[in-house]
């Protein structure tokens, strides 16, 4: 017969699991791991911008920063050993992030099985559409990558180590450019209520800052969107070709 073993209430270790699986199964902490994850996420996001904004200085200077990325930190790190490290991450933050939002939706739901009586709406607009918002982004993703990073689902022939061309191939598309623009629409929504909400919830928000959140948060929206935006729009309009 076994015999049972019986954790120490004492150990440090069994408090901080403990600890840690207690504000993982509360809304608080749901709420805390979805606005870290999304802080990680617009991060990534503000820097993906800026390097796609390089498609306007020519196929040179987009293509050679493209290889660069493969070959950031060498001679430490071995080739794309940096960005594989930055996708690991962006992978934990999206499934974390998704998680949350899928567990504190139903549990929203749960405290409110019946619609308002009132039919007036009473949140803004990107409130009331982040979940529908978070999962056509969700699927942008899938999508994006299998245009752009494996060649997949790339219209034309795919040409690895030529970025510039493979854009200006996607952005040539009619279907390319409108599942791109309907994307960064809900994008911007997203960031907009996004980050405001994780100031709340991270307790950065207060009576005194709350107009200069509200102000980041539709500038950063406003900036991201149009930054994304201009891509596919210079393909469109032949500034890039």
């Known amino acids: 017969m076994a015999l049972a073993t019986r954790t120490d209430p004492a150990d440090p270790t069994d408090k901080r699991a403990s600890m840690t699986r ?127 990073t494996t060649g997949t689902a790339h219209p034309g022939g795919f040409q690895p180590g030529h970025p510039y061309q493979n854009v200006v191939d996607t952005f040539s598309t009619w279907y390319g450019n409108t599942v791109y623009l309907t994307a960064m629409a809900a994008l911007g929504l997203h960031v907009r209520h996004g980050f405001w909400s994780a100031a709340q919830t991270l307790g950065v928000g207060s009576a005194a800052r709350d107009r200069f959140l509200k102000t980041a948060a539709n500038t950063l929206a406003l900036v991201l969107t149009a930054g994304f935006v201009a891509v596919p729009v210079a393909v469109m309009t032949g500034v890039v070709s």
């Open 22 to 148: 207690t504000l993982w199964r509360s809304t608080l902490g749901k709420k805390t791991v979805m606005a870290v994850s999304g802080l990680i996420m617009l991060g990534y996001l503000v820097v993906h911008m800026l390097g796609n904004l390089k498609i306007f200085f020519g196929a040179s200077e987009f293509n050679g920063y493209a290889h660069w990325l493969r070959t950031l930190g060498e001679p430490l790190l071995h080739y794309e050993w940096a960005l594989w490290l930055v996708r690991i991450v962006l992978v934990a933050a999206v499934v974390l992030h998704g998680v949350c939002a899928y567990q504190l939706s139903r549990r929203d739901l749960a405290a409110r099985p019946s619609r308002y009586v009132h039919r007036r709406a009473r949140t803004s607009y990107a409130t009331r559409t982040m979940r529908w918002g978070g999962i056509i982004l969700a699927l942008f993703i899938v999508w994006h990558i299998l245009d752009l």
